[in-house]
């Protein structure tokens, strides 16, 4: 994508009914409140590759996604999260504990996993009101490789969409014993959801909001299910790959990672006085995640959308009804036109250092905009801050040579991760 915005300039058509911008207005023109026009409806090849499953709020119609949203916001307030913080900060100790484990033993951690196991048993105790077990276990639960499996499959969906009759015949061929699995996951599911209503009213999490509502949503148990599901995917693996992208680029920029330690170290005195509040007064750390997430974004590519009947204009293109149009991150972050050296680790660059003052950060936009943007945006980027906060003051970390190439990866939706090991001391 970014060799062919190079070549081609900021629009690039990459099918006969697709369009791909590169630009910082392309933001607004896509995803926007745009007054007197209709939204530019989610692609539903993309959204939903398998018509028949149910809903959720990421892929519903804009009315039933409104009301969805609503309910779900409540979770995602600053109290919300302030009545959170004890759970997510039990999490982050029993994450610390094994960490210091690895320290006696003095073997190699691969840290990103244990971003995932912790990133996961969050987000399942916020989702479904209990945790996947994997800190504990030291693994990934069964449930989330289903997960995973169910992802990767949808991909090929994904691109069989536009071959119906290929897309039908592959599904008509699923062994039995996928079946069986997909049955197995979605009993599973089921049962955690009960579970989860059989939990007292009121409580702090982020399903709480579509329970109390449930009948005036008219919500079936499948709906409430992709809800959560959405929620678990949504705000777990892209959290754990941005620390771990993070984590990859600041200890391959000794610069970078002596001046966070400094940063961290010298405004807190013990791991007690980091919390979701305090975090907020590490601006380079913010600036470190900022920058980590302009050069790994968690989606790297774009998510489509569909120009409304009577077209529109983007970036003062008329685009006719029924074109996909789609923003790629990756590609728009690395452009020159836009970053200085973009394929370096600068965090200064958000920070207002005078050497990037013509970089145009407001191109960075990896939580999206317009009523469609992402839910978990302030929950992500303090869960972020408080782990790596704690991590960095608990630990003096080296990457291990093995990992000194981790960042070459490919990517489908999201990226294919290898091990990121790493050598701990007790700070």
């Known amino acids: 994508m970014l060799k062919m915005h190079k070549q081609y300039g900021d629009i690039v058509r990459i099918a006969p009914d697709e369009l791909a911008f590169s630009h910082p207005d392309a933001w607004q023109d896509i995803m926007g409140h745009q007054k007197g026009q209709a939204e530019f409806s989610k692609a539903t090849w993309f959204y939903?590759?398998?018509?028949?499953?149910?809903?959720?709020?990421?892929?519903?119609?804009?009315?039933?996604h409104g009301r969805l949203r609503r309910q779900m916001a409540h979770g995602f307030s600053e109290k919300a999260m302030r009545e959170q913080e004890p759970m997510i900060r039990a999490y982050v100790d029993m994450l610390l504990d094994r960490l210091h484990d690895f320290c006696k033993s003095r073997k190699t951690v691969i840290l990103s996993d244990w971003y995932n196991y912790t990133t996961f048993d969050i987000i399942g105790d916020l989702a479904f009101g209990e945790p996947f077990g994997c800190l504990q276990g030291s693994n990934l639960d069964g449930w989330i490789k289903g997960i995973f499996d169910a992802g990767r499959l949808g991909i090929i969906l994904q691109a069989l969409s536009f071959y119906p009759l290929v897309k039908r015949t592959l599904l008509s061929m699923v062994p039995a014993s996928m079946k069986e699995a997909h049955e197995k996951h979605k009993k599973l599911t089921e049962e955690k959801m009960i579970r989860r209503m059989e939990k007292e009213e009121g409580r702090p999490d982020l399903i709480e909001g579509l329970l109390r509502k449930r009948e005036e949503l008219n919500l079936s148990i499948d709906e409430l299910i992709a809800n959560a599901e959405i929620l678990i995917i949504g705000g777990s693996e892209t959290t754990a790959s941005l620390l771990s992208g993070a984590t990859y680029l600041i200890l391959t920029n000794p610069a970078a990672y002596k001046k966070l330690k400094e940063e961290v170290r010298t405004v807190f005195q013990s791991p007690e006085e980091i919390n979701l509040i305090s975090v907020n007064k590490l601006p380079y750390m913010l600036a470190c995640l900022d920058e980590a997430m302009r050069m790994y974004p968690p989606i790297a590519n774009g998510l489509p959308r569909m120009c409304p009947e009577g077209g529109a204009k983007v970036l003062g293109e008329y685009v006719p009804a029924n074109t996909y149009v789609s923003v790629h991150q990756w590609a728009l972050y690395r452009r020159e036109e836009y970053f200085k050296d973009p394929n370096s680790y600068h965090p200064e660059r958000f920070l207002g250092d005078p050497s990037?003052?013509?970089?145009?950060?407001e191109v960075l936009q990896p939580f999206h905009i317009g009523p469609r943007n992402c839910l978990g945006r302030n929950l992500a980027y303090s869960e972020m801050r408080l782990i790596?906060?704690?991590i960095i003051f608990n630990f003096d970390i080296e990457i291990a040579d093995e990992a000194r190439d981790w960042i070459n990866q490919r990517n489908y939706l999201m990226w294919e991760k290898g091990p990121l090991k790493v050598h701990l001391t007790k700070a």
């Open 388 to 390: 790596l906060a704690l």
């Open 356 to 361: 990037f003052a013509d970089d145009r950060r």
């Open 48 to 64: 939903r590759p398998v018509e028949d499953q149910p809903p959720h709020v990421v892929n519903e119609s804009r009315e039933q």
